[in-house]
């Protein structure tokens, strides 16, 4: 079965720390994506970045990084000296190729408050 | 700009009523899903649609129906048949390299 965990609901941190979003995912296919993203309060959700299941490659994108390591199924995200902007409903999700038109299965998503 | 729109932002049902949420996209994208989220939880898939004239049910798919009569659009119903429809509900479409979401209607029954 098809299974995305964010054991983390919520994180609040201070401003210029660094914060890492923890991902775990379950799957039996060999080829899938993995996803974040990010809802603030306004609702839409926002595509930070996609992943496919054979490039175990860490990615990093100004101040956000990301590190998929499949011996642990995790795909997490770290945010690199956070800023209050930086404040939403984090989401990790996984696509399964072939699978319902390649829907997302969701996380419960990690509610992120940085203070000032 | 290219992006994906929809409408009404709010929208409120009465008991027993039908209610149409409008989602339609200029990205020139084959893929359009909905979604439904609960509050402090993730997104399930109501229906989706990879081709025009042809949808499929999701994981939750009772109480609703969509349409796809052209690539742009893809209307869900949210029919008196679902007795808990109110929640957030976000269109999304794509092109294989990723869903990419609209704004959101939030429904709320009266």
């Known amino acids: 079965a098809q299974k995305v965990t964010q054991a983390q609901t919520e994180i609040s941190v201070v401003e210029k720390e660094d914060v890492t979003l923890d991902c775990v995912y379950e799957?039996?296919?060999?080829?899938?994506?993995l996803f974040w993203y990010k809802q603030p309060p306004s609702g839409e959700l926002v595509f930070l970045i996609r992943?496919?299941?054979?490039?175990?490659q860490n990615e990093i994108s100004g101040r956000y990084s990301w590190n998929f390591q499949k011996s642990t199924s995790s795909f997490n995200f770290t945010i690199t000296a956070s800023q209050v902007v930086d404040s939403a409903v984090y989401f990790c999700?996984?696509?399964?190729?072939?699978?319902?038109?390649?829907?997302?299965?969701f996380g419960q998503g990690t509610e992120l408050s940085v203070k000032p | 700009d290219g992006g994906i729109t929809q409408s009404p932002k709010y929208l409120f049902r009465k008991e027993g009523q039908n209610v149409t949420l409008s989602c339609e996209q200029n990205l020139n994208h084959d893929a359009m899903y909905w979604y439904r989220q609960d509050p402090g939880q993730g997104l399930r898939l109501i229906y989706y649609?990879?081709?025009?004239?042809?949808?499929q049910k999701g994981d939750i798919a009772e109480g609703y129906s969509v349409s796809r009569e052209k690539k742009e659009s893809f209307p869900l119903t949210v029919t008196s048949a679902q007795k808990n429809p109110t929640a957030f509900y976000l269109c999304a479409s794509s092109m294989g390299r990723g869903q990419y979401f609209g704004p959101g209607t939030r429904l709320l029954v009266l």
């Open positions: 649609s990879q081709i025009v004239n042809d949808f």
């Open positions: 999700a996984l696509s399964e190729v072939g699978n319902q038109g390649g829907k997302l299965i």
């Open positions: 799957t039996r296919d060999t080829t899938y994506y």
């Open positions: 992943r496919n299941s054979f490039d175990e």
